[in-house]
């Protein structure tokens, strides 16, 4: 077995592929300080979706890089888009706008966009209050 064979049996070792009704598969490895999977990868820290896509594209996975299921535990590579459009059509969980509107407040909004997967813009509606309100 190569290194990289070994390091993606690592990868789906941590992998749950059953739990999710929506076809997730979710991340029991360790996380990051914001709690999205967190794994080393060619002797590096890397994103666990980041990886996810390596593996299952073959290639390293572009800069941006979007979650389309709104889980983010998922590491699901069919539930990533490269396209902000498809990503953008998506509905974002109510945790995910309170957590853009309240809980980010050290991150630059292009930072949190590319978190949340979503347009710049729409993260300065959703700081405004313009976009879902939260109560
Ligand atoms: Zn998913």
Redesign the pocket.
């Known amino acids: 077995m190569t290194n990289k064979e070994q390091q993606i049996k690592n990868h789906f070792k941590k992998v749950d592929k059953t739990s999710?009704d929506?076809?997730?598969?979710l991340w029991t490895g360790a996380l990051d300080p914001v709690g999205y999977p967190f794994q080393r990868w060619d002797g590096k820290l890397a994103k666990g979706h980041r990886v996810a896509y390596e593996i299952h594209h073959g290639e390293p996975a572009p800069k941006r890089l979007f979650?389309?299921?709104?889980?983010k535990l998922?590491v699901?590579p069919?539930?990533f888009t490269t396209d902000s459009r498809v990503a953008q059509s998506k509905k974002l969980s109510e945790t995910d706008v309170a957590q853009i509107k309240y809980g980010c407040d050290d991150m630059t909004q292009v930072e949190i966009a590319e978190r949340f997967g979503i347009a710049q813009s729409m993260v300065s509606q959703i700081k405004a209050g313009k976009l879902w309100k939260t109560t």
């Open positions: 999710s929506s076809g997730c598969w979650r389309t299921c709104g889980n998922c699901n069919e539930h």
